[in-house]
């Protein structure tokens, strides 16, 4: 077997990962800040979630490390999947049934 295609499909399997990590532990670590009696605080919670978000984009775009690439990954992903589950909660509190 090719040595770097093994690399190669470590890391994408490294990536996948993180990005499935932060979609765990992004929604969860947001969720003790939050609640449902001050709506506003999900709506907070949004906007920081994009701000992780680009903080994570931001991240994999300076550095090379491959290293730094997947903590800003981690760090994407939980940004996106917060704002995502967040602005879901939000849509569907203030939505009539109709």
């Excluded at 001050?38 to 984009?57: D, Q, R, W």
């Excluded at 800003?72 to 049934?97: K, N, P």
Aim: hydrophobic content about 45%; aromatic content about 16%.
């Amino acid at each position: 077997p090719n040595l770097e295609e093994a690399t190669v499909s470590l890391r994408l399997g490294a990536m996948y990962f993180m990005t499935g990590f932060g979609c765990l532990v992004g929604p969860i670590m947001s969720e003790r800040f939050t609640t449902m009696a001050a709506p506003k605080t999900i709506l907070i919670s949004c906007v920081y979630g994009f701000a992780v978000m680009g903080l994570g984009c931001f991240g994999m775009w300076y550095f090379d490390s491959f290293h730094c690439t997947t903590f800003f990954t981690f760090l994407r992903a939980a940004g996106s999947c917060v704002s995502w589950v967040d602005g879901l909660v939000l849509l569907q509190s203030f939505t009539d049934e109709k």
